[in-house]
């Protein structure tokens, strides 16, 4: 699958797929990870049990290809600071291990599961938006100014 999914990414590098062939491999990814997450949830009393991922890279790596590095600017004097997500010599900043192994050696922590199935959810609904906002804007260019 993982061969597929960088082929996948490929394509849409050199063009050859549509916003809703993006968006629909996205959500295809979102339900593996999904799966993935609800499987470690079911395991959290397994011993020795650690937790698994889905590894987002190469979906990261082709929008950050494709769009350009913004950072936040002030135009006004009394506009507020942007903050960027980068230290200053340009690597992201990745969340601190807030969670540790459980005395039975079992890796999985509710808590970190269940937050990220959030943000997953909330990745598939943004799609969702995505997806519904691709079809409108079509819908509107086919009826014209009538």
Known sequence: MEGSQNRGCADIMDGK???TDVIAKRMQWLTARQTVLTK???NADTPDYIP???KD???KRMVARQSPALRPASTNGSHIQGVSLRDPDGR???QEELYETAPA???VVIEEQLVNMTRNQTDYQTMTQLYRK???MIKMALKGSN
């Open 134 to 136: 691709h079809v409108a």
């Open 105 to 107: 050696g079992n890796a």
């Open 57 to 59: 890279g190469s979906f």
């Open 17 to 19: 797929l549509s916003i």
């Open 52 to 54: 698994q991922d889905l």
């Open 92 to 94: 992201s900043r990745d």
């Open 40 to 42: 470690n949830i079911a």
